[in-house]
C-alpha cells in the first residue's frame, strides 16, 4: 500500500508536465490501484468501531424484548434482518430477502447428575437434532466405549448386550457426532454422552433431525476422563435429560449489493446474523454483522463509483449448520457462482479474550483442512499484509468448514476472512503476542447468556473492522493482487478458530 500511496501522490506532478495525449495513454491497471488504494484509506478511516457499537446496542435491545435470544425462526431473527434491511435501503442499496425453511431446534432441558457413586451435577450441552428424554429424563447406568482412533464408531466398539439400557460414554474422535450416537443406539443404548478431545465445552449438531437416534449431549473433556475413573471403579448410575423442540419455520438471509459495479467481478462479503437460543449473540455474531454494516453504510457514503459490483450478506441459521448461506449457494445459476470472486467473512470479530485469527489460505500452518481454492492464498496475504502495516500481530487459522464460508469454499470461490476465537483456550504464546489471559477461553460466554454488550472487546472490533474497510475499498476497484502469486513459507500458528480443535459451533459435525 506505501508503493500505492506514493504512487497515488505523485500522480499530480506527473500529469501537470505530461502532454494531454500521454495523460489519456495512462494505464487502466495502475489507475484501478490508484482508486483502491484512496477508497480503502478512506474507508478505513471512516470506519467506526464506536459506530459499529450502535448496532450492538439495537441487536441486544431487539433480543431483550424477544426472549432473550435473535435465533433463526425467532422475532428476535426477523428484527434483527429487519433492521439491517431498513439500514441498506437507507444508503441506496439494492437489498433483498432470500427466504429458506429449516428446522428450528430450541433446547428445553440438558442435565446430567451422576446418583452414585458420589452424588455430582454435570454441565451438559444438547446436541442439535437430538431426540428426547421424557420429562423428567431417564435414570440409568453408563457405559464407557474403550478409546481408540475412531471411538464409537463402529458396530464392534460395543460389546454385545454391554450398551443395552444404557448411556453410552464416547469420546470424540474419529466420526460424526451422528454417527457415534447411532452406532451406540444399534448397540441397545438409551442416550449417549460424548466427551471432548480437547479443552473447552463440547457443542455440536448431530446434521439433521433424521439422523437423530436417542438422546445426545456433549460434556468438557475433564468431565469425560472423570466419568472414565468413575468406572474404572465400578458402576456408575446417572438421571440424563435432554429435551429439544424441533419445528419448521422459514427465516430470512439478507442480501444488499451495489446499484453500479461490474457483475462479472462481484466481491462478496458476509457474517451470521442469527444467535443461538441461548443469548443474544452479541459477539457471536452482531460483532461480525454489525462490522459489515458500518463499512457498508461507509462505502455508500463515500459516493464511490465501484468498478466491481460489491455484495454483502447476513446469513441466518448458521448456528443450524451454515444453512442460510448453503441455501445461497445452492440457488446460484453456474454463472453466478463465476461471477463471485472472492468472498470474505466475519464471524464473532471481537472476542474478549481475543486472538487475532486469518483463514489459512494457503495451509501454511499445516493445521486440519488443506488450503482454500485458487485466490484464497491471496486473500489471506493481503489481511496479513494490512495487519503488518497497522503493526498489529495476527496467527493463522484452518478452514474447518465450520462457517459461512464452507460452501463458497466447496464450489471453488476463493475465500478467507477474520475471527477472534470462540470456546477454545488462549495459549501462553497467544498471550504474550496479543495480550489477555492464558488459560481461558477467547470468549467464556461463547454460546451463552452472558454473550451480551459487555463481552466485546472494542480493541479486536476495530482492528477487524479496519480489515473489512481495506478490503472493501480495495477490491470495489482492484482485483489484481488475487493474480499476484503467493510465497507459502511454513509457519507455526495453531488451530486457533478452528483445526477441529476450538471451533464448537452448533454446526460443528465432525470430530
Request: with cysteine.
Amino acid at each position: 500500500m506505501a508503493t500505492l500511496a506514493a504512487a497515488a501522490l505523485a500522480t499530480p506532478l506527473l500529469l501537470a508536465s505530461a502532454s494531454p495525449s500521454a495523460a489519456h495513454r495512462h494505464d487502466p491497471a495502475e489507475q484501478a490501484a490508484k482508486d483502491a488504494a484512496k477508497l480503502a484509506g478512506k474507508l478505513v478511516q471512516k470506519s467506526s468501531a464506536t459506530d459499529a457499537y450502535q448496532h450492538l446496542k439495537k441487536f441486544q435491545q431487539i433480543a431483550d424484548t424477544t426472549n432473550g435470544h435473535r435465533a433463526a425462526g425467532s422475532l428476535g431473527h426477523d428484527a434483527s434482518a429487519a433492521y439491517v434491511y431498513q439500514q441498506l435501503k437507507k444508503y441506496g442499496y439494492d437489498v433483498s430477502y432470500q427466504q429458506f425453511d429449516f428446522i428450528y431446534t430450541e433446547t428445553q432441558a440438558e442435565k446430567l447428575q451422576v446418583l452414585a457413586p458420589a452424588p455430582r451435577d454435570v454441565e451438559i450441552k444438547a446436541m442439535t437434532y437430538t431426540t428426547s428424554t421424557p420429562v423428567g429424563g431417564v435414570k440409568a447406568d453408563l457405559a464407557a466405549v474403550p478409546v481408540d482412533a475412531t471411538t464409537g464408531c463402529e458396530p464392534t466398539d460395543y460389546a454385545t448386550g454391554t450398551f443395552t439400557g444404557k448411556i453410552a460414554l464416547i469420546k470424540r474422535g474419529g466420526c460424526t457426532f451422528g454417527e457415534k450416537q447411532a452406532a451406540a443406539a444399534a448397540a441397545g443404548a438409551s442416550g449417549a454422552v460424548i466427551y471432548n478431545n480437547t479443552d473447552g465445552v463440547l457443542s455440536g449438531t448431530l446434521g439433521d433431525p433424521a439422523t437423530g437416534k436417542i438422546p445426545t449431549g456433549g460434556v468438557t473433556k475433564a468431565e469425560g476422563e472423570k466419568l472414565v475413573a468413575d468406572l474404572a471403579t465400578g458402576p456408575v448410575n446417572i438421571s440424563f435429560e435432554i429435551r429439544q423442540l424441533q419445528q419448521k419455520r422459514s427465516t430470512n438471509n439478507v442480501i444488499a449489493e451495489t446499484r453500479g459495479g461490474n457483475a462479472a467481478n462481484t466481491v462478496m462479503l458476509g457474517a451470521h446474523l442469527d444467535s443461538v437460543t441461548a443469548g443474544p449473540g452479541i459477539n457471536d455474531n452482531g460483532s461480525g454483522s454489525a462490522g459489515l454494516l458500518e463499512v457498508a453504510q461507509e462505502l455508500a457514503k463515500s459516493k464511490a463509483k465501484p468498478a466491481n459490483k460489491v455484495r454483502f450478506a447476513w446469513w441466518s441459521a448458521e448456528e443450524n449448520g451454515l444453512l442460510g448461506s448453503e441455501a445461497y449457494v445452492a440457488n446460484l445459476s453456474s454463472l453466478g457462482k463465476k461471477e463471485i470472486k472472492l468472498y470474505l467473512n466475519f464471524d464473532m470479530i471481537a472476542s474478549p479474550n481475543y486472538g487475532l485469527f486469518v483463514y489459512d489460505g494457503d495451509d501454511s500452518d499445516a493445521v486440519g483442512a488443506g488450503p482454500g481454492p485458487a485466490g484464497s492464498a491471496q486473500l489471506e496475504r493481503d489481511i496479513n499484509e494490512f495487519l503488518d502495516k497497522k503493526g498489529k500481530p495476527h496467527e493463522g487459522t484452518d478452514f474447518t468448514g465450520r462457517s459461512d464460508y464452507g460452501p463458497f469454499i466447496e464450489v471453488g470461490i476463493p475465500s478467507g476472512g477474520t475471527f477472534t476465537g470462540a470456546e477454545g483456550i488462549k495459549t501462553a504464546a497467544q498471550a504474550e503476542k496479543f495480550g489477555g489471559t492464558a488459560g481461558v477461553a477467547y470468549d467464556s460466554c461463547y454460546h451463552a447468556k452472558c454473550d451480551n454488550l459487555s463481552n466485546i472487546d472494542m480493541t479486536a472490533f476495530a482492528v477487524n473492522i479496519g480489515v473489512i474497510a481495506n478490503a472493501v475499498g480495495t477490491y470495489t476497484h482492484d482485483l489484481s493482487s488475487l493474480r499476484k502469486p503467493v510465497v507459502t513459507v511454513p509457519t507455526d500458528g495453531d488451530a486457533g478458530s478452528g483445526g477441529g480443535l476450538h471451533d464448537g459451533h452448533d454446526h460443528d459435525v465432525t470430530e
